[in-house]
């Protein structure tokens, strides 16, 4: 990795422009596929640098086309830009100002990182081989952002080689990263189950068919799914995250619903899971009389590296800063629509560390009191910077 521009250095004298971004999308965060304003600011700020931009993509997606000046690869890099329906807590001066939403994940660092390589490789074009497309994605929070995208074309035109993208990672700090080969986040499903019975009064339960000590049974025998049918040396969760039912004190109802994720690494782990699920559910309710109806729908596949591109990612980020601790086993079952790119074409998705205990920034990822440490923002963008220009010149 010879003649590398000084990406660091770089970076750091954008340091202003990259806060001053991250603070003002945080004031004004927008949920999936309502991120206007969002997207007005990154088209502006991509517009600015003299750059072909095309906007409206999978509602307010923006994607932005960097040609460089010698032969090489397309290089997608990839930056989600919704936030969340919560409401802040952090106390920060550039806390939101829209009631009920927040950045709370981070992608507001992302999207100011994005911008600032954007301006790192326009600067450094010269030294990029083939073109890097940037790709603003609405709707990552489980909205299907991702694959709305890929169905709009947003691997073609140019045809997208290679991708990229980061993440910030608020359970560990400044200084750490997770460039991992192969499966890295679990593929994510929702379940709805809704247990039928027969209300009545609550004084006369045995005139009932009660669907909440039902429903009391299935969330517990769910529990034995990973504890008794998955190999202890594999992983997956199942969590039952919602229970629904009645309306009155004294009133037995007839329906109660149970909502829930399923997160697995792999296909013949999610099978396992899926059909216990099925089985658990189906025969509770028939030993308590009760029928069931299941609904399992696939939120995202698992985020899965290519073994070779993270290898690059790795050398890029250890030789622009060798004092960066790379957790190469790291995995997560947080899931991540990146997976979608993934599937379509080879890439890489890491973590980097954002918080710092120091400054009491420990919250973590969808938490009110969420907020990350700044000076992660230059690194990021050198990182990616470097790492697009290393896959540019890439044979796999």
């Given at each position: 990795m010879t003649n590398t521009p000084p990406f660091?250095?770089?970076?750091?004298?954008?340091?202003?422009?990259?806060?001053?971004?991250?603070?003002?999308?945080?004031?004004?965060?927008?949920?999936?596929?309502?991120?206007?304003?969002?997207?007005?600011?990154?088209?502006?700020?991509?517009?600015?640098?003299?750059?072909?931009?095309?906007?409206?993509?999978?509602?307010?997606?923006?994607?932005?086309?960097?040609?460089?000046?010698?032969?090489?690869?397309?290089?997608?890099?990839?930056?989600?830009?919704?936030?969340?329906?919560?409401?802040?807590?952090?106390?920060?001066?550039?806390?939101?100002?829209?009631?009920?939403?927040?950045?709370?994940?981070?992608?507001?660092?992302?999207?100011?990182?994005?911008?600032?390589?954007?301006?790192?490789?326009?600067?450094?074009?010269?030294?990029?081989?083939?073109?890097?497309?940037?790709?603003?994605?609405?709707?990552?929070?489980?909205?299907?952002?991702?694959?709305?995208?890929?169905?709009?074309?947003?691997?073609?035109?140019?045809?997208?080689?290679?991708?990229?993208?980061?993440?910030?990672?608020?359970?560990?700090?400044?200084?750490?990263?997770?460039?991992?080969?192969?499966?890295f986040m679990a593929g994510a499903d929702f379940f709805t189950v809704r247990i039928l019975g027969k209300g009545g009064h609550g004084g006369l339960p045995e005139t009932t068919i009660d669907p909440i000590v039902a429903a009391a049974q299935i969330v517990m025998a769910l529990q034995t799914i990973v504890s008794r049918n998955i190999a202890p040396l594999e992983s997956a969760v199942v969590s039952v995250t919602q229970m629904a039912a009645g309306s009155a004190y004294n009133v037995i109802p007839n329906l109660a619903e149970l909502r829930g994720t399923i997160r697995t690494f792999l296909p013949e782990v999610r099978d396992v899971v899926v059909a216990r699920l099925e089985q658990i559910v189906r025969s509770i309710s028939q030993?308590?009389?009760?029928?069931?109806?299941?609904?399992?729908?696939?939120?995202?596949?698992?985020?899965?590296?290519?073994?070779?591109?993270?290898?690059?990612?790795q050398e890029v980020m250890l030789n622009l800063l060798p004092e960066y601790r790379n957790e190469r086993n790291y995995r997560s079952m947080v899931s991540e629509d990146m997976a979608v790119f993934l599937n379509a074409v080879p890439g890489c998705f890491f973590f980097i560390g954002s918080g710092n205990p120091e400054k009491g920034l420990t919250a973590s990822h969808h938490h009110p009191e969420f907020d990350f440490d700044e000076q992660v923002l230059p690194k990021s963008a050198a990182i990616l910077a470097a790492a697009a220009i290393e896959l540019g010149k890439a044979e796999l």
């Open positions: 660091v250095e770089k970076a750091e004298t954008l340091f202003a422009y990259s806060q001053k971004l991250r603070r003002d999308f945080h004031r004004h965060p927008e949920l999936g596929f309502r991120e206007y304003r969002t997207a007005e600011v990154v088209t502006r700020e991509l517009r600015s640098l003299g750059l072909e931009v095309s906007t409206g993509i999978a509602e307010t997606g923006v994607v932005a086309v960097i040609e460089g000046a010698r032969p090489g690869r397309v290089v997608m890099l990839r930056f989600d830009m919704d936030a969340l329906p919560i409401d802040e807590q952090t106390g920060a001066e550039y806390a939101s100002q829209n009631p009920g939403v927040m950045h709370a994940c981070g992608h507001d660092g992302h999207m100011a990182i994005g911008l600032t390589v954007a301006r790192l490789l326009q600067e450094y074009r010269d030294a990029i081989h083939g073109t890097v497309k940037l790709v603003f994605q609405p709707a990552e929070e489980g909205l299907g952002g991702a694959e709305r995208m890929v169905a709009e074309q947003v691997l073609e035109n140019p045809k997208v080689d290679y991708c990229l993208g980061l993440h910030l990672w608020n359970e560990k700090p400044l200084g750490w990263a997770a460039v991992v080969p192969g499966a030993g308590m009389n009760c029928e069931a109806e299941i609904e399992i729908q696939r939120l995202t596949w698992p985020v899965v590296n290519h073994p070779r591109i993270a290898e690059i990612v």
